[in-house]
């Protein structure tokens, strides 16, 4: 096996120590690498103006394979108050690192696997029949276009000149916003193209195929959303009836969905979405498996071959300066398991997931998330494992 190069990104905050623990754990599972430091988040905000500065994209186009852990991001006008003083008057306006690298390396397939472990006192449970309790596995795929839609970022605050006169084309913006005065109003759009559209429905439709989900469910709204949700279903239908017709294709609505993730979430496989509702179903069954804790994710272009890993949780500025981290690494560990699937290692992600499964089967080791408790930095001396003592225990079943 040729040594990997991994770009390692820690970012900000919690995303430190979980990141530091996940390559320990990828030591131990045997996986050969150099991991290499990008630099990403607040301090370069800070310091250089840049949260993703132009090193860190070389790195990864030169490397492919990057491990995240977190970033921080403050809205435009606290980001700019922040700047260092030689800074603060240049104009610049701050926008989050990791949604630029997906934009600025097309990693336009967002992967969600939510997958219950036997034994997690998080996981969901409900009342069956007679009241018994019932504990649902779940496992569902989310795929979330990444790069368009809401996300996209084209959007404007009192719309003017020719951006106005456009909207004032459009019958139902006269009818319902004509009379509204422009600078009341602000705009966000959301942009599908066809081209990503198909790839995110194609990269759901093969992992079903792969892995033997009997369905795939796109989550959307098409009956109002006609043109983006709508165009997003009919593809759907398109690609289903000529290339997998073996695969069921279900169409829910994003309202109705959430409300279905605890009446019977173990019926879902895979999930596809656009960017928004992508994120908000992926949350929502990552909630039933445990939390942020738990909940990873792998964002990549098949194309170029270019992926980040990174657990879905933020950098939880609150618990960053603990003497002893105490946030759960099983996210980050997972999503570093991501990454072996995805550059072929699956034998090692296997053993991995094994070793976790262990470790929360046993109930032994567990971090103040899976005890219930509050974040504090006291949670180790009642008995919650820190951040380290979960990977050691990960370490000790590899
Ligand atoms: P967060 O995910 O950082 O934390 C929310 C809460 O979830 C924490 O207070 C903690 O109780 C819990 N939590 C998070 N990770 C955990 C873990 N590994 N183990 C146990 N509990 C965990 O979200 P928040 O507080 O909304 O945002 C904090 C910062 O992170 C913000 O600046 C936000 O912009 C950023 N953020 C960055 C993301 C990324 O890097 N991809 C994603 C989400 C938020
Ligand atoms: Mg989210």
């Known amino acids: ?72 991001s403050k809205p435009k006008d606290a980001a700019a108050a922040e700047l260092a003083p030689e800074l603060q008057d240049k104009g610049l306006v701050y926008s989050s690192p990791i949604v630029g690298l997906r934009q600025h390396f097309g990693l336009d397939i967002c992967m969600r696997p939510t997958r219950s472990y036997k034994g997690n006192p998080l996981n969901f449970i409900r009342r069956g029949k007679g009241d018994a309790i019932d504990e649902p596995m779940v496992d569902a795929v989310i795929f979330r276009q990444n790069t368009e ?34 600078e009341e109003i602000s705009v966000s759009t959301r942009i599908f193209t066809k081209k990503a559209t198909e ?17 795939v469910t796109v989550c959307e709204k098409p009956n109002v959303i006609r043109e983006t949700s709508g165009m997003m279903y009919k ?32 019926n879902y496989g895979v999930i596809v979405a656009g960017n928004m509702f992508g994120d908000i179903v992926s949350d929502g069954f990552a909630g039933l498996i445990g939390g942020l804790g738990f909940a990873c994710s792998a964002q990549f272009n098949p194309e170029s071959g270019i992926g ?29 398991c991501m990454m072996l699937d995805f550059i072929d290692e699956k ?28 974040g504090r930095a006291d949670v180790v001396e ?11 225990a990960i370490i000790a079943k590899l």
């Open 1 to 72: 096996m040729a040594k990997r190069t991994i770009v390692a990104m820690p970012g900000d905050g919690i995303g430190k120590n979980v990141l530091e623990e996940a390559i320990r754990v990828l030591d131990a599972a045997g996986f050969e690498a150099d991991y290499v430091e990008g630099d990403i988040g607040w301090e370069f905000w800070c310091k250089e103006g840049n949260p993703l500065p132009e090193r860190t994209i070389k790195l990864i186009e030169e490397h492919k394979i990057g491990l995240f852990g977190a970033i921080t």
């Open 149 to 182: 839609g809401l996300y996209g970022g084209v959007e404007w605050a009192s719309p003017d000149g020719i951006v106005y006169d456009a909207l004032m084309t459009h019958p139902k913006f006269v009818k319902n916003f004509g009379n509204t005065p422009k």
């Open 199 to 215: 790839r995110i429905l194609r990269a759901a439709f093969e992992h079903a195929k792969n892995f033997g989900y009997k369905s």
């Open 235 to 266: 593809m759907a239908q398109q690609i289903q009836k000529a290339d997998y017709p073996d695969i069921e294709l279900w169409n829910t609505n994003i309202d109705a969905q959430m409300m279905w993730l605890t009446k019977n979430p173990e």
């Open 308 to 336: 980040v890993f990174e657990p879905t949780h933020g950098s939880a500025p609150k618990y960053a300066d603990y003497p002893v981290s105490i946030v759960n690494p099983i996210a980050m560990v997972e999503s570093a």
């Open 347 to 374: 034998d090692m992600a296997t053993k991995i997931r094994k070793a976790v499964a262990e470790v929360i089967a046993e109930g032994k080791v567990r971090t103040y998330d899976m005890m219930k408790m509050s």
């Open 382 to 392: 009642n008995g919650a494992a820190s951040t380290k003592e979960m990977a050691d």
